[in-house]
């Protein structure tokens, strides 16, 4: 809510606090900075509420790694990849599931 007043987008914001199944509607507009594993719960949520092909879904929050998976379910969705950005920090990877390389991805419906 401080953020929202600060920015002076009390107009065009609406904030609730609850589950994602009592969204309704449709946006114009996700931004999700989560973890992949809870994208992954949310891909069928984002469908949902992007209707349009004009719409768009931009997700962030995961690991260079998990990018792959992430690309892979929401094109099976019908997202097609606008942009990936990719920030490098200067730790080496630790595992094969984690890095040091975070990602954000626009995406665009396919058309409908």
Sequence with gaps: MQNVALNRMED??????????A???SFNLILANLHAVTHMEMFDHYRRLLPL???LLVVSGFYDVQTVDIEKELSQRGFTVLERVEVHAWAAALTGECSYTWVGCGFAQHAT
């Design 12 to 21: 065009r914001s609406h904030l609730f606090h609850g589950s994602v199944d």
């Design 23 to 25: 969204v309704s509607g």
């Design 53 to 55: 092909k004009e719409n």
